[in-house]
């Protein structure tokens, strides 16, 4: 082989090495619980060849940046800061930072203040013009109209809930379907899930008809999941440790078909659902369980309906949020009191995380994602 050949062929193998490499490693995000005078953002590298992270960076994302979301498009990461005061107004908070993917950084673009205090939980409206915003202090929810380059300017709609005497809202979580034609708001207080349609040139909510489920008292809906078609919701309730399932007609009406519980056989402890997401085949549904401290892995029927696969350690304590790598072969779970990120591989037989797996130590992690 001539030696200009011989060089070439170098070459070509050491780039695809290091495309390999590249292809092995994922950016994971995290927002936390913050003390005075801490960066509550983090960035990591997922390598999946190892199943460990790394740490890249961290910033400055303002108190109590609890739960986020992000736009690719636009390079934009939306951080909900759960407090009841920020920037002396009273309300929650939103900030946004401005990501740079390559060096791995980011930097405080905007900060905005939201009416009523606590919010928990945000998503992007399918058309990426709105943000929508789940404040569980305050029984409330919120639409934040953005600009053309995606930075908040005003908060174009506030729904405030109200139950019977006795009664207070604690909306947990508000997102829209996969056609991006309804938003959902779980109401754990309340035990009930409001359907909605959003009215994209006002930025305004109206409640679909027959728009309202409500659950048997005490069951405490949380987190939601849909099925890729949108066909099915699977919500985790918080209060009675169980995951309700529905029918999704075409109005956005919710029809409830199942009910399962989320703990072992003779479990009498105290427990809390957290979160709760489907995995990348579409074939298991996965739900954390805070107290009994593991994740449940249910199988996913041809009609939609759950059976259980298994359950498996969380790797800590207070598994308060938990993500699956979109290769599907990791769930990373936040471990909030224990202060861990713990990772284990998923089995590609039983669907169930297995192994003893690897951990980085962060206190109080609240959110993650990819």
Request: glycine fraction near 12%.
């Amino acid at each position: 082989m001539k030696r200009s050949n011989l060089f070439t062929y170098v070459m070509l193998i050491i780039m695809a090495i290091t495309s390999s490499c590249k292809q092995d490693t994922i950016r994971l995000f995290a927002g936390k619980y913050t003390v005075a005078g801490e960066k509550g953002f983090y960035f990591f590298d997922l390598n999946r060849e190892e199943g460990t992270i790394k740490l890249i960076s961290q910033t400055d994302a303002g108190s109590n940046p609890t739960y986020f979301c992000i736009s690719k498009e636009r390079g934009l990461i939306y951080a909900a800061n759960e407090v009841k005061m920020f920037n002396d107004n009273p309300g929650g908070g939103l900030t946004t930072l401005k990501y740079d993917p390559q060096k791995g950084v980011a930097e405080k673009i905007s900060e905005l203040a939201v009416p009523n205090g606590g919010p928990c939980f945000i998503s992007l409206s399918h058309d990426g013009k709105y943000l929508f915003m789940a404040n569980y202090g305050g029984g409330s929810v919120a639409v934040v109209k953005l600009d053309d380059n995606g930075v908040p300017v005003s908060v174009s709609d506030t729904i405030i809930y109200k139950g019977e005497e006795g009664t207070l809202s604690h909306a947990h979580m508000i997102a829209s379907d996969p056609s991006g034609e309804k938003i959902y708001v779980t109401d754990l207080g309340l035990d009930r899930i409001v359907a909605y349609t959003l009215d994209n040139v006002s930025g305004r909510l109206k409640q679909i008809p027959d728009g309202i489920a409500t659950l048997p008292k005490g069951t405490g809906p949380r987190h939601f999941a849909f099925s890729s078609d949108g066909t099915k919701m699977y919500v985790a309730d918080e209060l009675n440790s169980t995951v309700s399932v529905f029918n999704v007609e075409p109005t956005g009406k919710l029809d409830s078909v199942q009910t399962v519980t989320t703990v072992k056989d003779g479990f009498t402890g105290k427990n809390y659902p957290g979160d709760i997401h489907i995995g990348q085949n579409g074939a298991y549904l996965y739900c954390s369980n805070r107290g009994e401290n593991d994740i449940v892995t249910f199988r996913i029927g041809s009609e939609g309906m759950l059976s259980l696969a298994g359950h498996s350690s969380c790797g800590g304590d207070w598994p308060r949020n938990f993500v699956i790598d979109p290769s599907g072969k990791y769930i990373l779970v936040g471990n909030q009191r224990s202060g861990n990120i713990s990772i284990f591989p998923i089995d590609e037989n039983t669907g169930i995380p297995a192994g003893t797996g690897k951990d980085y130590k962060i206190t109080t992690p609240a959110c993650l994602k990819f």
